[in-house]
């Protein structure tokens, strides 16, 4: 069968959703797919980055039993492959005398056709590949598939300046297919087909690009899986954020490969993207942590409005549990927010009142406080009561705690440790307050594909228009100690996503004193930060991941 040589081979893409460790549940998703391919009739499955593992491993592979398992798992899907059926191409971590290695295999006829090392190991943002895998030693050519000679270059080996794509069409190289771990980042499509586009043009070769879908932690793993010919048309598109094993044609003539036949979804853009990572991160932590449910503050606030929507979307209404606890503070119009959107996303909603575990906090503390002036240390007992009671009902229940805080708050500590705080995931974390604002005011207008919520107004227009507080004193409101979010976001993000000096910030329009401050507060919030949920990552820098600074940190912009 490998001798045939083919004008046409059918290449299924197999854009899904492994999870990280499970080896014999990713190898049953891997069969799967290949079953589903036979019987349409493919030639040839193409799997994503390590998709044997789960992307990405992380220390994982340091492990040799599990490298040694992971290799297994794909020596008995190649002997399966003397069926008759299509072929694979499948990620693995393989260890050689050269090292621990990000690879691939192809298989066919029931055996490796070859092997392939990633050469460029990613090592910036949310990658640190280089502490675990070892590069190639060597690049290897094209393989030889029934006739077509494949390229197999792994992600990263398309971004860098390597040459590697340059390589495998010098070594001849007829098709390009590249297989992914990319997580998301808004506007993260454009950039690679941008990408893909480049190398397209640079060896004259036609390239498919693989990724994988689902959520892993911090990171979203997008799919958007998609083609471009050597004219540099896009040749197909898959959706976006939903696994599926798509087939697509592929013809040869004088000029070389090119896709006739795939299909050409449209993508979710902007606040609609945003929504939808948001929501696949949070079902996947849920699910692959398995959760039975969750359970969240409701305090009729745009934060915890949209946590609980997307609660909802992700896992539905009988999975998600939400607690409103007034305190003297709490005004009638956070009650009835707080109720109306519980009601509207047709959840359980509960009231529990803290005044008295904040007045016993209080008097129990009375003797050590004496001589001292009230302010934000009693005003964190209510928070700390709120998270108390989470974590109780967690502890009761089983019920995973979402944490509700965005990303304009946990960059300048307007957040209390042991109190809102609590938690285990955060689905806004990475989502800067008008961020917030803009997804909110989108899903009361849309209903996301894949969501389990109802359609409609699910977030109360009042929640949206009223000013933000955190109802800690009498009218109280955010913008009392913080400039306006739109200026406030507007610093951060130079100073979080740009690392703009403050000379530079300043002369966008914003006020020295102010841009002093609010770094001053980033930086000084950082051991808050360090102790927080893990939350989807959105921006191009989101804490943790991403963004790794000292928390014993004295250095402050003079300028």
Known sequence: MTDTVLNQIRIAVAQLNPVVGDVAGNLDLARQARKEAAEAGADLVLFTELFIAGYPPEDLVLKPAFVAECERAVR?????????????????????????????????????????YK????????????????????????????????????????????????????????????????????????????????????????????????????????????????????????????????????????E???????????????????????????????????????????????????????????????????IMMPYRYTSSDSLKDAEDCSKALDVR?????????????????????????????????????RGTILMAISNKFGSMVVTTGNKSEMSVGYATLYGDMNGGFNPIKDLYKMQVYAVSAWRNTARPEGALGPAGIVIPQSIIDKVPSAELRPDQTDQDSLPPYPVLDDILECLVEEEMAVEDIVARGHDRETVHRIEHLLYIAEYKRRQAAPGVKITRKNFGRDRRYPITNRFRDRS
């Open 119 to 254: 050469m460029d190991l990613p090592n910036y943002g949310e990658f640190d590949e280089k502490r675990v895998f070892q590069a190639g030693p060597a690049l290897s050519g094209p393989v030889n598939f029934r006739g077509v000679r494949i390229g197999v270059p792994i992600c990263e080996d398309i971004w860098g300046e390597h040459g590697v794509c340059e390589t495998l069409a010098e070594s001849g190289a007829e098709l390009l297919l590249v297989p992914n771990g990319s997580p998301y980042q808004r506007g993260k499509v454009d950039r690679r087909q941008q990408i893909v586009l480049r190398q397209v043009i640079e060896t004259g070769l036609p390239m498919l690009y693989a990724n994988m879908v689902g959520g892993q932690d911090e990171l979203v793993f997008d799919g958007a899986s998609f083609a471009i010919n050597a004219d540099k048309s896009l040749a197909f598109q898959m959706k976006q954020f939903e696994t599926a094993c798509v087939l697509t044609t592929w013809k040869r003539d004088v």
């Open 256 to 322: 070389g490969w090119r896709c006739v036949e795939g299909p050409k979804e449209r993508l979710p853009e902007k606040e609609a993207a945003d929504y939808a990572a948001c929501m696949l991160g949070l079902r996947d932590y849920v699910n692959k942590n398995r959760f039975r449910e969750v359970v969240l503050g409701m305090s009729g606030g745009i934060d915890s409005a949209i946590c609980a929507a997307l609660a909802v979307d992700a896992l539905g209404a009988d999975r998600v549990r939400c």
């Open 76 to 116: 008995e899907l190649a002997a399966e492959t003397a069926d008759g059926g299509p072929g694979v191409m499948i990620g693995v971590p393989l260890k050689r005398a050269s090292g621990l290695h990000n690879s691939m295999i192809a298989a066919d006829a029931g055996r490796i056709l070859g092997e392939w």
């Open 349 to 385: 909603y509960d009231v529990a009142p803290i005044f008295e575990p904040v007045e016993g906090f209080a008097k129990a503390l009375a003797p050590l406080f004496e001589g001292t002036q009230e302010g934000v240390t009693e005003e964190n007992l209510q928070s700390r009561a």
